[in-house]
Nanobody, 123 residues
Framework: QVQLVESGGGLVQTGGSLRLSCAVSGITVSLYAMGWFRQAPGKEREFVARISTLNWTLYADSVKGRFTISRDNAKKTLYLQMNNLKPEDTAVYYC?????????????????WGQGAQVTVSS
């Protein structure tokens, strides 16, 4: 069965950095786009970043230039490097598997999700 497990969340001060990892099992990772979403308290889950099977990347405007998504197909792991973190980045971060090779920023285009990792940025 498909499983996605996030790690690397935590508490960091404004301007700090964190790297999230997402270990994937049960699928051939190289065949699918992968993405990161986040959900802050009281808000809808929103798109953060996506990486296609050809490593084409797409970012939300709010994280562009600060976050970097990457993948290691051999290790079956997805990453999200987060730099210059801001209090508004505080949320639970979810990795997700897309239904196809490209993926988009729509939640409906993703069919498997991890359990989430808490990221808290203090001011």
């Amino acid at each position: 069965q498909v499983q996605l497990v996030e790690s690397g969340g935590g508490l960091v001060q404004t301007g700090g950095s964190l790297r999230l990892s997402c270990a994937v099992s049960g699928i051939t990772v190289s065949l699918y786009a992968m993405g990161w979403f986040r959900q802050a308290p009281g808000k809808e889950r929103e798109f953060v970043a996506r990486i296609s099977t050809l490593n084409w990347t797409l970012y939300a405007d709010s994280v562009k230039g600060r976050f970097t998504i990457s993948r290691d197909n051999a290790k079956k792991t997805l990453y999200l490097q987060m730099n210059n973190l801001k209090p508004e980045d505080t949320a639970v971060y979810y990795c997700a598997k897309a239904r196809a090779q490209m993926g988009t920023l729509r939640r409906a285009d993703y069919d498997y999700w991890g359990q989430g990792a808490q990221v808290t940025v203090s001011s």
